[in-house]
């Protein structure tokens, strides 16, 4: 076996190769690279020793000073765009079609030559675009290397995008998941990029010089159908599109693709229509704008007219006040719409103008057919304009906090985006958003105790914390069962729910303290290397403990849980029974690994999905929320329903089990 000293000089040498191969100036071939990598990385796992400058450990992360300007080697055009579904039908004629889900997003191209990216290019004017070659190297879903031989290139067209799950740590502070991705790729360190869980989806792929894969192509016969040139996009490695082949129903395409994109957490304003047949989408040609084989059907832009009313603003655990539009009433795919969140007070200025007035037209639409967002609000008057013609600010600066009276503080991010702050410690607003996120499902799930009856709590004087809790049924027993509204039968419940709330697990009570940006599923992945509080803590004072070398952690992670203030939550810990999570539990068949199950109806057997949920993972399921081609089980008490989840799975062909069939199948066997 190598000494430190050997290993030492393969460290070098790996970097030394590093940089060169950043700057384009290889010093060794990709072989040789590999071959020292993978014997440094086996010495590694033998010995248990990691050097600090270990090129397994180490990101490389670049600055430029400028995006330049690039000349795209193929034309970037766009698509002709329709609301009209009989266009679409129109369209499509008679001919093989493939649907794509239009993602929402930042199009860009990938050059590969040999095998390795090159370069990445934002698509810009459709002629030139910009150079994002140093993010693209850092995004997780862009390959740096895909398997191919030495003169041969290809380039793959797709979308940067940042999902909806991905977009949740930074909603507050970015008006939506476009404009966020947009402008991450464009940022001049790749360091930052890193940190903004972008994704790259492929849509198209241009193949070059082929010198040495002729079969291979042929093979995927990728020279003739689009759906072709997919799925050998999605064998090289890359995630591909949403996409469905002709259907008996464009309906039916339009539903699905929905379905898909909801799944992922992808964002997407319409379905993208093409010729699937590569001949008769090129023989359809091109204008100056947009190439004639393809039609975009929009439908999340489809804006409703209405008008604002107020502003009302909310709190959140922390303290953060977010502003929210209330608007007349509209109807939008047949569900009443009255409010849109607003985010904070920059995005609202944004939206609204600096003086958003009673009155004032509002353009509204649903981001991914949930979301209500304001697209536009206007015609944007003078303050004092609107003031002479009767108008009413909707908008004065708020200066007290709506749920205590205390100061308002506005804060400026690094991004410079302004948040309202209530600074008083003591705010109730705070105490029952804690109060109700550790109480609700998200957190120890104790029932009966609605954010209403917490409220009272804190009004009584009974609660100014999470553990007075716990002391409410030694303390205020007698008292509670004289309040209006509250009989034996219910106190009796709730209190008994919070005394069987004393024994939960790691995982529920790490996900009930409310540490940003660590939900069930993140305090789930925790479990599997902490059993107790203890040992979490003792890794949290840990300074040489860094979260981000586990899987699925990040930057971001690591320094929200190193910066959570756990002081309530130790107190906690000394009154709770924390077990450990069952994790992988040799006991618990498996019969369940690599079936995704879905969950609708109402349950009999379990208390909650949540619980259900818990016993597929712990037998190796996977929950999804949709169907979709991956879904192997629906599980659904009423197998004749006539839902949308029903109907779906018939016509896939999916089997619908009742609760106790799922248990005499996959639990009891």
């Not at 030394?16 to 990598?37: F, N, Q, R, V």
């Not at 693209?136 to 398997?147: D, E, K, M, N, T």
């Not at 490695?237 to 957490?265: C, M, Q, R, W, Y």
């Not at 319409?270 to 393809?294: L, P």
């Amino acid at each position: 076996m190598k000494n430190k000293i050997d290993i030492g000089i393969i460290i070098k040498k790996l970097n030394k190769a590093t940089e060169a191969y950043d700057k384009g100036e290889p010093i060794m071939s990709d072989y040789e690279w590999d071959e020292l990598y993978f014997e440094l990385k086996e010495w590694e796992d033998q010995t248990g020793i990691i050097f600090e400058d270990s090129p397994t450990q180490k990101i490389h992360f670049q600055k430029v000073s400028e995006l330049k300007k690039v000349k795209h080697n193929h034309p970037m055009l766009s698509l002709d765009k329709t609301k009209d579904i009989e266009e679409i039908k129109s369209f499509l004629g008679d001919h093989e079609w493939i649907a794509m889900a239009k993602m929402d997003g930042l199009t860009c191209s990938l050059r590969y030559l040999n095998g390795k990216l090159v370069s990445a290019e934002t698509r810009g004017n459709g002629i030139e675009g910009e150079d994002i070659t140093h993010n693209a190297l850092v995004i997780p879903s862009i390959p740096r290397f895909i398997p191919f031989e030495e003169g041969e290139e290809l380039i793959i067209d797709g979308e940067i995008i940042c999902t909806y799950k991905n977009f949740e740590p930074f909603k507050n502070n970015y008006k939506n998941p476009r404009n966020f991705a947009s402008g991450s790729i464009r940022l001049l360190n790749s360091e930052e990029c890193k940190k903004r869980n972008l994704t790259f989806v492929a849509w198209d792929v241009i193949i070059k010089n082929t010198f040495y894969n002729i079969e291979f192509f042929n093979y995927y016969n990728v020279n003739n159908f689009l759906s072709a040139k997919l799925h050998f996009l999605q064998n090289i490695g890359f995630t591909v599109v949403p996409f469905i082949v002709k259907t008996a129903s464009l309906k039916t395409a339009i539903d699905n693709l929905k379905e898909f994109a909801n799944h992922f957490s992808y964002p997407i304003d319409g379905i993208v229509f093409k010729y699937d047949n590569i001949a008769e989408y090129s023989a359809a040609g091109r204008t100056d704008h947009h190439f004639k084989g393809g039609l975009a059907y929009k439908f999340y832009d489809e804006t409703y007219p209405t008008r604002l009313k107020y502003i009302q603003w909310t709190m959140g655990r922390t303290g953060i006040l977010t502003p929210v539009a209330v608007f007349d009433p509209i109807d939008i795919d047949g569900s009443t719409v009255e409010r849109a969140s607003l985010h904070n007070v920059s995005i609202m200025k944004e939206v609204l103008g600096d003086c958003a007035y009673v009155g004032e037209p509002l353009q509204i639409y649903k981001a991914n057919q949930i979301i209500p967002q304001i697209a536009e609000a206007g015609p944007k008057y003078d303050y004092g304009y609107v003031i002479a013609h009767g108008g009413v600010s909707a908008n004065d600066a708020i200066e007290r906090c709506p749920i205590c009276g205390g100061d308002v503080a506005y804060i400026t991010s690094n991004e410079g985006v302004i948040n309202a702050y209530c600074d008083n410690p003591s705010c109730k607003g705070k105490l029952v958003n804690r109060l109700d996120h550790f109480c609700g499902k998200k957190g120890l799930d104790i029932k009966g105790l609605s954010k209403a009856t917490l409220e009272k709590f804190i009004e009584w004087g009974w609660v100014e914390s999470i553990e007075d809790l716990y002391y409410i049924s030694e303390k205020y027993r007698s008292d509670f069962l004289l309040k209006p509204g509250f009989g034996n039968k219910s106190v009796t419940k709730i209190l008994n729910a919070i005394e069987n709330s004393k024994h939960t697990t790691f995982d529920a009570f790490i996900s009930a303290i409310g540490i940003p940006l660590i939900g069930k599923a993140v305090a789930k992945d925790l479990a599997n290397y902490f059993e107790t509080y203890e040992d979490f803590r003792e890794a949290i004072k840990d300074k040489d403990y860094h979260f981000y070398e586990l899987d699925n952690f990040g930057i971001e992670m690591d320094n929200s849980l190193k910066n959570f203030d756990y002081a309530e939550a130790d107190r906690l810990s000394k009154i709770l029974n924390i077990e450990a999570s069952v994790v992988n539990n040799n006991q618990i068949n498996n019969n369940l690994i690599g079936k995704t199950i879905v969950i609708t109806g109402k349950l009999t057997k379990f208390k909650n999905r949540a619980e259900l949920k818990s016993v597929i993972e712990a037998h190796g399921g996977k929950v999804s929320d949709s169907i979709s081609g991956k879904t192997d089980i629906l599980i659904n008490n009423d197998i004749n329903s006539t839902s949308t989840k029903n109907k779906s799975a018939k016509t896939r062909g999916i089997p619908i089990i009742t609760e106790t069939d799922f248990i005499q199948q996959y639990i009891e066997n």
